[in-house]
């Protein structure tokens, strides 16, 4: 999965390793800790907040509802934030930006996912299957 993120300089493709992906949903999916259980809830979560952006009814309700959720995901999951760090500090792989679609709606839907990722990390951090959220990530451009 792909996410296109704004920090300084333009916009930035980060992909993600979809084999680690795969894990850290199984680990979320099979576990029955605590930790997990909440993990998988708040990705359905954020899944289904996309989706009904995606689906333009209501929009604004949907807006607020995704800005609500990215606040408490943020203060849930410090892997979120890691994330962001990590991406303003990797340079690009090429020399021209990535130029997303300029809307309240596409950004919103680009952060989500970006915490839908961090999430993933932290889970793969707690089970020791990646040491570093680096390792999660395949590329920047």
Known sequence: ???????????KLMYFDKNLENIG????????NWDDIKAEKDLQEIIRVINEIKSNINISLYIKESIDLKERLRREYPEIQQM?????????NSTGNIQMKNSIE?????EL??????????????H???KNIESFITSVW
């Open 113 to 126: 996912k970006m915490d839908y990722f961090g999430i993933l990390a932290g889970v793969l951090k707690k």
């Open 84 to 92: 962001y760090e990590i991406i303003s500090n990797i340079p690009f």
């Open 128 to 130: 020791s299957v990646i």
């Open 1 to 11: 999965m792909v996410c296109i993120l704004k920090p300084e300089g333009g916009d």
């Open 25 to 32: 949903l199984k680990i979320v999916k099979e576990n029955g």
């Open 106 to 110: 596409n950004q919103i839907m680009e």
